[in-house]
């Protein structure tokens, strides 16, 4: 027939569409002239999608029984583009013609192609149907919670330490800075990095031991500590009192308007004796006076 000439099989259908086999006696080309080969084609229909197949060619016997056997090596796209694809190199032609093959049989050959398509997965649409189950909003974020559970298990060795007033205060370097702009001006700021030795004396004449214990509280555990809850009222005030000024002083906001607020509940309330103006007296008496001069001038006229 000469290279690049086919014969042409009767077509089958697979999937809606029609396919034949394709043979190239003489070669698909003249470099592939030694080899006969075997291409699987499909008729192209515009109302057909492009699909993806694999197939096999299998030479059988007279007696039906395969000898010799050859498969594409993945799956072929078969569209607008290219509709035909096979084996160039299937079998030697002087392998095909020996006898020991025996696949030549009154001068024809019987050929079983196979193909298999590839069904495209559908993507599934999300539908609100009553019954379904519904899936849990996404969990809230614990990270916060995980620094705080990890500071306060002591498991994180401190690297700085305080003097307040005599007293010594170990702590976290990072954890403080981060906290208050006023730490973090201490210990980072102008390039400068205490070593762990460092001793720094943070209470300035203005901050006390007990409201510095309350001021690391706070920034361990992200609330006021328990001596602003005491059972006392005068306690709870003046602890609360104290814990102000400190954060006045470290410019931490948030602990300055927590305590704030703490100290409104004592304003709200009846006003405790500890919290009058020590002027109150001074004025009692100079309205008591002004009343004892009316009543002198009053008695003179």
Same mark, same amino acid.
């Given at each position: 027939?000469?290279?690049?000439?086919?014969?042409?099989?009767?077509?089958?259908?697979?999937?809606?569409?029609?396919?034949?086999?394709?043979?190239?006696?003489?070669? =698909?080309?003249?470099?592939?002239?030694?080899?006969?080969?075997f291409?699987?084609?499909?008729?192209?229909?515009?109302?057909?999608?492009?699909?993806?197949?694999?197939?096999?060619?299998?030479?059988?016997?007279?007696?039906?029984?395969?000898?010799?056997?050859?498969?594409?090596?993945?799956?072929?796209? =078969?569209?607008?583009?290219?509709?035909?694809?096979?084996?160039?190199?299937?079998?030697?032609?002087?392998? /095909?013609?020996?006898?020991? /093959?025996?696949?030549?049989?009154?001068?024809?050959?019987?050929?079983r192609?196979?193909?298999?398509?590839?069904?495209?997965?559908?993507?599934?649409?999300?539908?609100?149907?009553?019954?379904?189950?519904?899936?849990?909003?996404?969990?809230?974020?614990?990270?916060?919670?995980?620094?705080i559970?990890?500071?306060?298990?002591g498991?994180?060795?401190?690297?700085?330490?305080?003097?307040?007033?005599?007293?010594?205060f170990?702590?976290h370097r990072?954890?403080?800075?981060?906290?208050?702009?006023?730490?973090?001006?201490?210990?980072?700021?102008?390039?400068?990095?205490?070593?762990?030795?460092?001793l720094?004396?943070?209470?300035?004449?203005?901050?006390?031991?007990?409201?510095?214990?309350?001021?690391?509280?706070?920034?361990?555990?992200?609330?006021?500590?328990?001596?602003?809850?005491?059972?006392s009222?005068?306690?709870? =005030?003046?602890?609360? /009192?104290?814990?102000?000024?400190?954060?006045? =002083?470290?410019?931490?906001?948030?602990?300055?308007?927590?305590?704030?607020i703490?100290?409104?509940?004592?304003?709200t309330?009846?006003?405790?004796?500890w919290?009058?103006?020590?002027?109150?007296?001074?004025?009692?008496?100079?309205?008591?006076?002004?009343?004892?001069?009316?009543?002198?001038?009053?008695?003179?006229e």
């Amino acid at each position: 027939m000469g290279i690049g000439k086919s014969i042409i099989s009767q077509y089958f259908t697979i999937d809606g569409r029609k396919w034949y086999i394709r043979f190239y006696p003489d070669g =698909y080309s003249a470099v592939d002239s030694a080899w006969i080969a075997f291409y699987a084609q499909t008729f192209y229909k515009p109302q057909f999608c492009a699909v993806r197949a694999e197939f096999t060619f299998q030479l059988l016997g007279a007696n039906g029984e395969v000898r010799h056997t050859r498969r594409s090596d993945r799956a072929c796209k =078969y569209d607008t583009f290219c509709n035909s694809w096979g084996i160039r190199r299937y079998i030697d032609r002087n392998q /095909l013609e020996s006898a020991a /093959l025996a696949a030549l049989h009154n001068d024809s050959i019987t050929v079983r192609c196979t193909i298999t398509i590839h069904q495209a997965r559908r993507r599934s649409v999300p539908v609100d149907r009553p019954g379904l189950v519904k899936m849990p909003d996404q969990p809230a974020s614990v990270h916060d919670q995980n620094a705080i559970r990890f500071l306060a298990s002591g498991k994180a060795p401190f690297d700085v330490r305080f003097d307040v007033d005599g007293e010594i205060f170990e702590a976290h370097r990072m954890v403080v800075a981060a906290q208050s702009p006023w730490f973090e001006g201490l210990l980072y700021g102008h390039g400068r990095e205490a070593g762990e030795s460092d001793l720094v004396e943070v209470g300035g004449g203005v901050v006390g031991a007990d409201a510095f214990r309350g001021v690391l509280h706070f920034i361990s555990n992200d609330e006021l500590p328990t001596t602003v809850t005491a059972k006392s009222v005068k306690g709870q =005030y003046e602890s609360t /009192l104290r814990l102000f000024e400190a954060a006045d =002083y470290y410019l931490m906001d948030r602990l300055k308007m927590m305590c704030a607020i703490k100290l409104g509940d004592f304003i709200t309330a009846r006003t405790p004796p500890w919290t009058r103006s020590r002027n109150t007296p001074r004025r009692t008496r100079a309205r008591s006076s002004s009343r004892r001069a009316r009543t002198s001038r009053s008695a003179e006229e």
